[in-house]
């Protein structure tokens, strides 16, 4: 291990992966370690026994679930835009050939009290129950400025520059109603808050165009795909790819300590005695703890059922976003449910989680409106975590710190965070500019 990089990485969780298999293949001499036995970290996967360790104490579950090397249940689990950043991330490197994804069956929005069919494109609007006649027209008619929408092409702005004109005046345009701009807002451009609302149109528009291209790609009821197998297989594909490009990978590295010099910047890490050298470290929040700071907590439910969501069509494979004001809340509640069609359970179990930023200490209370949605139960566990954010100056010390997964239950936080650290690492952007046909035939 008396060896020197030029980064260190610690801890196997998705992003630090990620960045591992980035830099990797960028030519750069990369080390990774984690003090655990296993990838993912924070991300990890677990089967039906470890699942019942982490949560009851107990060694074996129940025999009536089944075999427990049938389940792969996501400690994070997100679901990912057809043709969004992480699936660029996943061409660009070629690690598809490691991984194979299946669409999301459906996309549902909670609104006035039902679970309702996120509509995204003119025709959907039309057939949608969740608005009156008038409104469906309305919403058409909105739908298909956002699908037509060019920023090169000034005839496709309707007069408008999205980048000065806020969400909130774009939207009085078309005189929505509060309902169509939540679920808009929420369950199609996925604002996790309102924030949105008085910030440049152009963002959301981009999202609205980025929803509606992942829904049309598998022509499935969902703009998602999921890989088979859960997101444990992603950690271990980008590990893969990293030692395909000569990175170094240990695992069960105790107490992976990172070294300073005397003007505070990183020269190494040591464990059990040895230490590497290197110029950076990268790292999530948990190597570094006096880096970072608490950002907030976020409450989840896993649920183990017989039967898929109620109200969902059957499906299999499912996301459920609850709008915060239709819950009276401060921030938006996710409902995610995969089953033995994408193999993370046996055959005839859904797995089920419910989570959203913790806004009290009873996670049981918080999230009685996302459980309501899910009908009978096998089996139910809670669970609450901090969050943390770096707050070091990476110039000055070189340490590169990812920030703790969010409630939500897509991909796009996750990405945005990944892409901004090879920034800062690199000092170049990342080129995403891939051909994403190439890998559909891969995916389908």
Not at 101 to 114: N, R
Not at 115 to 129: I, R, W, Y
């Amino acid at each position: 291990m008396d060896e020197e990089y030029e980064v260190i990485v610690l801890g196997t969780g998705l992003k630090e992966c990620i960045l591992s298999g980035l830099l990797s293949v960028d030519g750069i001499k990369v080390l990774h370690m984690d003090r655990n036995d296993y990838y993912g970290g924070e991300s990890t996967s677990l089967n039906l026994n470890q699942l019942w360790n982490k949560f009851r104490g107990e060694e074996k579950a129940p025999a009536h679930l089944g075999s427990s090397r049938d389940y792969n249940v996501d400690m994070m689990p997100k679901f990912m835009m057809a043709n969004g950043k992480l699936v660029r991330v996943l061409i660009h490197t070629d690690v598809t050939k490691y991984l194979s994804f299946k669409a999301v069956d459906g996309s549902y929005v909670f609104v006035k009290g039902k679970v309702q069919k996120v509509p995204a494109t003119p025709m959907e609007a039309l057939k949608s129950p969740l608005m009156g006649i008038f409104e469906k027209r309305r919403a058409g008619k909105f739908f298909s400025y956002v699908q037509d929408y060019d920023e090169k092409d000034p005839k496709t702005h309707n007069g408008m520059d999205l980048r000065r004109v806020t969400t909130k005046e774009l939207i009085a345009t078309f005189g929505l109603g509060e309902d169509t701009i939540d679920f808009i807002g929420h369950a199609v451009a996925l604002h996790c808050n309102d924030n949105h609302l008085h910030q440049p149109a152009y963002d959301t528009v981009m999202r609205m165009k980025l929803y509606a291209e992942s829904l049309a790609r598998f022509q499935g009821g969902s703009p998602y795909i999921y890989p088979l197998y859960g997101l444990g297989e992603l950690p271990q594909a980008f590990a893969r790819l990293s030692a395909v490009y000569g990175g170094t990978y240990m695992l069960n590295k105790p107490e992976c300590k990172v070294e300073f010099d005397e003007e505070g910047k990183v020269t190494g890490v040591t464990s059990e005695g040895e230490t590497a050298k290197c110029k950076k470290v990268v790292c999530d929040p948990s190597y570094l703890p006096n880096k970072v700071r608490k950002i907030g907590r976020v409450a989840r439910a896993i649920a183990i059922m017989s039967h898929p969501i109620p109200n969902t069509n059957d499906s299999h494979s499912v996301q459920v976003i609850l709008p915060q004001k239709q819950l009276g809340r401060k921030s938006d509640m996710y409902v995610f449910c995969c089953s033995y069609s994408h193999n993370v359970a046996p055959k005839g179990k859904f797995i089920a989680f419910v989570s959203t930023d913790a806004e009290t200490d009873n996670p049981q209370t918080e999230l009685k409106p996302g459980i309501d949605l899910l009908g009978p139960v096998d089996e139910l566990f809670f669970d609450i975590y901090d969050r943390y954010e770096p707050v070091n100056e990476p110039t000055l010390d070189n340490c590169f710190i990812s920030t703790s997964y969010d409630a939500t239950t897509h991909f796009d936080t996750t990405v945005v965070d990944v892409l901004n650290m090879y920034k800062l690492i690199t000092g170049k952007e990342l080129d995403l500019s891939v051909d994403l046909n190439a890998a559909s035939a891969a995916e389908e």
